[in-house]
């Protein structure tokens, strides 16, 4: 008999169709997949740290327990529940052979009725402020086991899919040994502060029908409880495995591989990617990607390929496609689109021209580019400027803390900026571009919370003098792999980034290394790299405001 963990009814199913076919063998790992999952494995001991710092009630802590063999850390957590220790640390679950499961949850939390409820801790946001009488029960981490209400929040159910799966199986599991608590709730301490409360436990009720149906059972527009989802997608992995597990060693796959966002820091990459024709639909189409399902009927119906998707009739096709997706909302306006980036694909077009005449583009004697860079823990550590004066040259300047922050370093730094922005545009006639909004929204948030001054001028300032260059481009381009800065001053104003790997996620690594790194030099050298990109972007949106410029 075999067991499946808490983490294979939330992942690709092709991952648990490989792990159990006999002729496939999981690759090493590669040292830049462990590296992604760093910033997660640092949190979850930060926030450990802290609730053992301020908790004074009983703990079971199954860290102290990693070197034992595996049966011995079982019994002992079991003990730990039986014996009533309120808080349990990566306790070592039994196995369930008879249904399939196996798993460590991160936190335990004990009830007064003696059950336990599930914890996981998870490094992204899990609620947001909302209004309409939206609540949020949370705890505090040094009182994890008393709920209370805020007005105003709420969890991010429909984002946190993957959360609510893995604690589902574990409730699954509990429910099994008899020590699940006895309403359905569990906890997710994520990465947002809420105000004046700082990091918690936020809950949520497995039982609430708040999900829609997995893709695969009959299509039924009523919502599903994490429960029942979590079931029907576990029960999927247990058939794929049991499939897989039939097939002789020299037997062909009998799941085929979906390109997805897994992908990128999945040891089975290796094993998938030859798999897939090269103008698969999955690997071409990255900007608003069909899902794993809808690449599924795609294929089913004879289309798996751009070129397939682009040679489609749609009056066609939808007939005989939309009936089998029913989880998506606009599901027949995803597949136009998708089947509209395929022709331009198919005729080597990666931008189209959607309006007609020339393109309306504010100028000034100053013109500046601004670009803000934020760390992992949402703090903005750069603000970087491009300033094309009209003297020669561009140049670069920033206002950058490569330290960590708090909420007044944060706003001394945004002050030092925009108090640098005023001086330097005066009584001028000056604009400043930006890609999207972020800038102003990353503006607006740290005037609200503190009536910033120089803030509070800059805001002001924009709203004449601010313009938004991804704007300019939705309103007169598409793009086959979408509108991202990235991708239109590569492909169409024939810029190019001096970092091999640009990007926001990763520039955030490079500021923990340049803020915690083992040496001076490494921790220089980081810093330089942070600064080059940053100075890149803004070079970028000059670029961007060239080719929008130009006659051709």
């Not at 740290?49 to 703990?59: Q, T």
């Not at 809950?203 to 599903?224: E, I």
């Not at 823990?377 to 561009?394: A, H």
Request: hydrophobic share 40%.
């Amino acid at each position: 008999m075999f067991t499946l963990d808490a983490y294979a009814a939330r992942s690709c199913p092709v991952k648990t169709h490989n792990a159990f076919h006999p002729g496939l063998t999981l690759p090493e790992a590669d040292e830049g997949l462990r590296e992604v999952f760093h910033g997660g494995v640092a949190f979850e001991a930060e926030v450990l740290a802290a609730l053992l710092a301020g908790f004074d009630g009983s703990v079971f802590d199954g860290r102290e327990l990693a070197g034992l063999p595996s049966g011995e850390q079982e019994r002992a957590a079991l003990q730990a529940m039986r014996s009533g220790v309120e808080v349990l640390i990566g306790p070592l679950l039994p196995r369930d052979p008879m249904e399939h499961r196996s798993g460590r949850p991160d936190l335990l939390l004990r009830d007064q009725a003696g059950g336990y409820h599930p914890g996981e801790i998870k490094f992204h946001r899990v609620s947001d402020p909302r209004g309409g009488g939206s609540t949020l029960t949370w705890s505090a981490l040094s009182d994890p086991l008393r709920r209370r209400v805020l007005e105003g929040h709420r969890f991010r159910y429909t984002w946190r899919l993957n959360d609510l799966l893995q604690l589902a199986h574990y409730q699954r599991m509990l429910l099994r040994l008899g020590l699940a608590a006895s309403e359905p709730l569990a906890a997710v301490v994520g990465s947002d502060e809420l105000p004046g409360l700082g990091r918690v436990l936020s809950w949520v009720d497995l039982g609430a029908a708040v999900l829609p149906p997995s893709p695969r059972t009959p299509p039924d527009p009523a919502q599903v409880s994490a429960l029942r989802r979590y079931d029907a997608e576990h029960a999927f992995r247990v058939e794929i495995a049991e499939t897989a597990s039939a097939l002789s060693p020299d037997d062909p796959p009998a799941l085929l591989p979906i390109a997805n966002r897994e992908c990128g820091w999945c040891q089975w990459w290796d094993v998938c990617r030859p798999q897939l024709d090269d103008d698969d639909l999955s690997l071409r189409i990255s900007k608003s990607p069909l899902d794993v399902h809808e690449i599924r009927v795609l294929r089913d119906l004879g289309v798996a390929t751009v070129a397939e998707l682009a040679a489609c009739d749609l009056d066609e096709l939808l007939p005989r496609y939309l009936p089998r997706i029913t989880h998506r909302v606009g599901a027949e306006e995803r597949l136009r689109l998708a089947w509209r980036r395929s022709v331009l694909m198919a005729r080597g077009v990666d931008f189209d021209r959607v309006t007609e005449g020339p393109i309306e583009l504010p100028q000034a004697p100053i013109e500046i580019d601004l670009d803000i860079e934020t760390s992992s823990d949402d703090r903005v550590y750069l603000w970087g400027f491009l300033v094309d004066d009209g003297s020669g040259r561009p140049w670069y300047r920033h206002f950058s803390a490569f330290t960590d922050l708090d909420d007044d370093a944060e706003q001394a730094l945004a002050d030092a900026a925009m108090r640098w922005l005023r001086e330097t545009v005066g009584d001028h006639d000056a604009l400043v571009f930006h890609y999207s909004d972020y800038e102003l929204i990353r503006m607006q948030r740290l005037a609200d919370a503190t009536g910033s001054e120089p803030l509070a001028w800059a805001l002001d300032w924009a709203r004449q003098h601010f313009v938004d260059l991804f704007t300019v481009i939705r309103t007169h381009f598409f793009g086959t792999q979408g509108l991202g800065l990235k991708v239109v001053a590569s492909k169409a104003a024939g810029f190019s980034w001096r970092d091999a790997a640009p990007g926001g996620l990763n520039s955030q690594s490079w500021f923990t290394e340049a803020v915690t790194g083992d040496t001076e030099e490494l921790r220089t050298a980081a810093r330089r790299r942070v600064l080059e990109y940053n100075e890149d972007d803004v070079e970028a949106t000059w670029h961007v405001r060239r080719w929008l410029r130009s006659p051709d």
